[in-house]
């Protein structure tokens, strides 16, 4: 059911790589609540998802662009300034990737390099962007930029490795950054910390599915889906949350405040019994 909730609104939607990804049910979520949007990857995630079919299916455009480059953002914010004809009023940053989670690298013998890589694609891009938009003042008052976060950006979780690390960085930008962009241009930022969530970027953590599996156990509700999520994001774009900034909003079915569940217990006490 739509409720118009975004009708007249504009905005950049960086991430949708195929159908299993967040950035694109909020794409589908926010067509239809009434928004328009530019979507937005990098050259090499274009070759190999199917954005372009997005793109086509809402009658808009794809401009590529990589997030850690600012050259790129502000190519990409001005042509989206000039396609709508004016500033725009929301913006998702779901962008991240660990070349030491590709790599199997643990967390204790990781490569520098690629830690480096890490915190730029998956964190300081998320500065990037709201500088760039700053900059240019791209984005109208009481604007929404929401980024996508997880909850071992405070606790930590085993093979997560140092994408925790540029979640927890993530967090902070958006406290900091929220603060100016808050107090002089009434645009808010927030991140929401979903639950593990079956994308073509989380599953290339190691054990992804008994994470998931684990969050469904745990979680009163249950694990939220990339469409839950989608909905979510659409409530922090819309005029109903114009008071909501430097959040970080847990949006996991109740995982966030569990301790332990009975059906966690029973699963656990079922292996330990069968060690025996």
Same mark, same amino acid.
């Given at each position: 059911?739509?409720?118009?909730?975004?009708?007249?609104?504009?905005?950049?939607?960086?991430?949708?790589?195929?159908?299993?990804s967040i950035a694109?049910?909020?794409?589908?979520?926010?067509?239809?609540?009434?928004?328009?949007?530019?979507?937005?990857? &990098?050259?090499?995630?274009?070759?190999?998802?199917?954005?372009?079919?997005?793109?086509?299916?809402?009658?808009?455009?794809?401009?590529?662009?990589?997030?850690?480059?600012?050259?790129?953002?502000?190519?990409?914010?001005?042509?989206?300034?000039?396609?709508?004809?004016?500033?725009?009023?929301?913006?998702?940053?779901?962008?991240?990737?660990?070349?030491?989670?590709?790599?199997?690298?643990?967390?204790?013998?990781?490569?520098?390099?690629?830690?480096?890589?890490?915190?730029?694609?998956?964190?300081?891009?998320?500065?990037?962007?709201?500088?760039?938009?700053?900059?240019?003042?791209?984005?109208?008052e009481w604007g929404?930029?929401?980024?996508?976060?997880?909850?071992?950006?405070?606790?930590?979780?085993?093979?997560?490795?140092?994408?925790?690390?540029?979640?927890?960085?993530?967090?902070?930008?958006?406290?900091?950054?929220?603060?100016?962009?808050?107090?002089?241009?009434?645009?808010?930022?927030?991140?929401?910390?979903?639950?593990? &969530?079956?994308?073509?970027?989380?599953?290339?953590?190691?054990?992804?599915?008994?994470?998931?599996?684990?969050?469904?156990?745990?979680?009163?509700?249950?694990?939220?889906?990339?469409?839950?999520?989608?909905?979510?994001?659409?409530?922090?774009?819309?005029?109903? &949350?114009?008071?909501?900034?430097?959040?970080?909003?847990?949006?996991?079915?109740?995982?966030?405040?569990?301790?332990?569940?009975?059906?966690?217990?029973e699963a656990i006490?079922?292996?330990?019994?069968?060690?025996?």
């Amino acid at each position: 059911m739509s409720y118009n909730l975004l009708k007249g609104k504009k905005g950049i939607i960086f991430g949708a790589l195929n159908e299993q990804s967040i950035a694109w049910k909020t794409a589908e979520h926010a067509a239809a609540e009434g928004a328009e949007f530019v979507l937005t990857n &990098t050259p090499a995630s274009m070759r190999f998802g199917t954005i372009d079919a997005l793109a086509e299916k809402y009658n808009t455009i794809v401009i590529p662009a990589d997030a850690t480059n600012i050259e790129d953002l502000e190519n990409l914010i001005s042509k989206t300034m000039e396609h709508f004809g004016g500033k725009i009023d929301f913006v998702l940053h779901s962008i991240g990737m660990s070349p030491n989670v590709r790599k199997e690298n643990a967390y204790n013998d990781i490569n520098y390099n690629l830690y480096h890589q890490t915190l730029d694609i998956s964190a300081i891009s998320f500065h990037k962007i709201l500088q760039a938009c700053y900059k240019m003042d791209a984005i109208n008052e009481w604007g929404s930029v929401v980024a996508l976060s997880y909850i071992a950006a405070e606790r930590t979780f085993c093979n997560y490795n140092d994408m925790a690390d540029a979640k927890s960085m993530l967090e902070s930008i958006a406290r900091s950054f929220g603060y100016i962009y808050g107090q002089e241009k009434h645009v808010r930022i927030n991140t929401i910390s979903q639950s593990p &969530t079956k994308t073509t970027a989380g599953s290339g953590i190691t054990g992804f599915n008994n994470l998931v599996d684990y969050a469904e156990m745990m979680s009163p509700l249950g694990n939220a889906s990339a469409d839950d999520c989608a909905d979510y994001i659409i409530t922090l774009f819309s005029d109903l &949350t114009r008071k909501v900034t430097m959040q970080n909003l847990f949006h996991d079915g109740g995982f966030s405040n569990m301790g332990m569940s009975i059906k966690g217990m029973e699963a656990i006490s079922k292996g330990l019994s069968e060690k025996k």
